[in-house]
């Protein structure tokens, strides 16, 4: 075991050196969080700003969901749910498939934050599969929905900036 500092400024977080993959999935939402942060300092439309205004509390909440409390209900996965019919909508209801990620400088975040979103969701399955704690099936399901609603977001805000997304097909599949 590392020797760890008492000193207040010598250590990032408190559960940083604990042998658990529930430090690593607080980690992936503390970035996901940020990177949501991030977004929001950005020239938004009015319905991106709200979403995402409304996400970023709530990926805090996702991340204390496993360690403490459950904080993500159905209400909150209902209400993701709203976001992401209402972009499907908006997007004459569904996508062109898979794009290359990028165009308009908000979507190419967005990207980021729907890759960030996936790792929070490979960090869950990691504690599951630790069998040290099982997280409850809502917080699985409110994370795969937020990776979709990144992508809905991303596609939305290319469309919104009238920026051609790129298909991609892939060789492989």
Known sequence: MRPVSKDHGEICYPFIYEDS??????????????RVGLILTLDLDPLSRDILSRVQPNIYHLNGSVRGKLAIEEEQLQELYEDYNCLREKLDGGFKGFVLPGGHRSSAELHLCRTQAKKV????????????????????????LLTNVMY???SYTNFVQQVQEVEFVSRSY
């Open 21 to 34: 993959p529930v430090c690593d999935f607080e980690i992936a939402t503390d970035e996901l969080c940020s």
């Open 121 to 144: 969701v490979r960090a869950l399955v990691a504690i599951e599969h630790s069998g040290k704690k099982t997280p409850a099936p809502v917080l699985f399901r409110y994370a795969n």
């Open 152 to 154: 809905a977001l991303a």
